[in-house]
């Protein structure tokens, strides 16, 4: 086989990163590009992924009482006008809609950037008592927001994702649903997609437009930068009151609901990409490949190869996504390539000697490890590879964040950490806006979260050495 037979057209991961991602997002046919700038195409095998990961999520969602509900796309400006932080937020991002064939609107309506208006616009509308609450809803939907820079998945201006919104009785039940649903995030991100988190919540700065706190998972990527992937908002009363959002409480009296939000999209396809991949291209966890096992038969053309082939397929769907290579046109080399580069987890190779010894070759794609199994023993080590496979490739994440997680005193250590070993760094803050400017603007690195688990490495602010009671993630970002 040549190793470079399809491989040799990815740039080095090493070498330059951007394009190593660029070039897998289209060799892997995840994506391409579209004539409508900053927006993608997501092709069959990048949307698979996707509904992977939109089953798996929405069931958990599910487990929990959440029911799905669809809401326009287009919004009113007066809507949007009524929470003064929200609309500040995002008027940078906004697409505005003012005519209609040949006729101008008589209000804009902008295509949603995210649907906290008109969502509480309706919840105004359906709530009377408290006996109604809580509203548990999500929507699986589109969003639009017009980013400056755009690369596939990461930062597109139309993007897919879910984002959920509760109203509660309570200031408790709320915040209590607010986490509840970021642990769901951390778990679909840790056990669907094998990419490990840190969970926190983020400063007053970099907190979600509208909410009084937001809370985060953020993962690493291989080059050490950043993504935050997932966020949970709570709204408390801020958008419940200038949204009219009451009901008569237990003792009769109107009181306003209380609020949240919460979201993750399809950017997690870039995470997966970002965090696994290798030179030969994708590198997929089990439980959200399309495909966990691909037949490859070897000398196709040879009596009872392919009737053997398919009678494994059959055996093997019951528990398994598997798929056959019978492409007469391609060698087995290209095939091995091919299929790697789809990042599928499992290759198993058959031939004549195979078939008549009762076995075939198992071949794994993170390590490239290459095993003989009988033909009687496959499903239950197929079983036990592809578990094996999903722990490692957890592991190497986490053994990353060890690797590249640094902790710094004062800013010359900061700065000094982050250009040798880019990755997160611990570091006490004072909680001044100015000190996260200050370090965004000498380093590129902002604050992450201040994480759940809470160290004292110091009682001093790494930027200004006033006192500091908080530690700080911080990291350059996607």
Known sequence: MNNNEYVKDITNIEENFAQWYTDIVLKAELADYTDTKGCIAIKPYGYAIWENIQKYTDNKFKETGI???????????????????HVEGFAPEVAWVTEAGEEKLDEKLCIRPTSETIISTMYSKWLNSWRDLPFLYNQWCNVLRWEKETRPFLRSREFLWQEGHTI??????????????????????????????????????????????????????????????????????????????????????????????????????????MAHGDNRGLKLPPKVAPIQVVIV????????????????????????????????????????????????????????????????ILV????????????????????????????????????????????????????????????????????????????????GAKSRCIPFEEENLSDKCVCCGEHAEKMVIWGRQY
């Open 297 to 360: 038969p070897i000398a196709q053309h040879k009596e009872g190869v392919l009737e053997k082939t398919y009678e494994l397929k059959r055996e093997l769907s019951k528990n398994y996504r598997v798929k056959i290579d019978d492409r007469d046109k391609y060698s087995p080399g290209y095939k091995f390539n091919y299929w790697e580069m789809k990042g599928v987890p499992i290759r198993i190779e058959i031939g004549p000697r195979d078939i008549e010894n009762k076995e075939c």
């Open 168 to 273: 509660h009785e309570t200031e408790k039940e709320a915040i209590d649903r607010t986490l509840q649903m970021l642990d769901i995030y951390a778990d679909v991100t840790e056990n669907l997609l094998a990419i490990p988190v840190i969970k926190g919540i983020k400063t007053e700065s970099e907190k979600f437009a509208g909410a009084e706190s937001t809370y985060t998972i953020e993962s690493m990527m291989y080059d050490g930068r950043a993504l935050q992937s997932g966020t949970s908002h709570y709204f408390g009363q801020n958008f419940s009151k200038p949204f009219n959002i009451k009901f008569q409480n237990r003792d009769g009296k109107e009181e306003y609901a209380y609020q949240t939000s919460w979201g993750l999209s399809t950017r997690l396809i870039g995470a997966i990409i």
């Open 364 to 443: 794994r794609r993170d390590s490239g490890e290459k095993v003989t199994v009988k033909l009687d023993e496959l499903d239950r080590t197929i079983e036990e590879v592809l578990n094996n496979i999903h722990t490692s490739m957890f592991q190497a994440c986490k053994n990353r964040i060890k690797e590249k997680t640094t902790i710094a005193y004062n800013l010359d250590e900061f700065k000094e950490n982050m250009n040798k070993n880019q990755g997160f760094i611990k570091a006490m803050w004072c909680g001044k806006e100015e000190c996260e400017n200050k370090i965004k603007e000498l380093t």
């Open 67 to 85: 029911e799905n509900v669809y809401f326009p796309v287009l919004i009113p400006e007066n809507l949007l006008q009524k929470e003064k932080d």
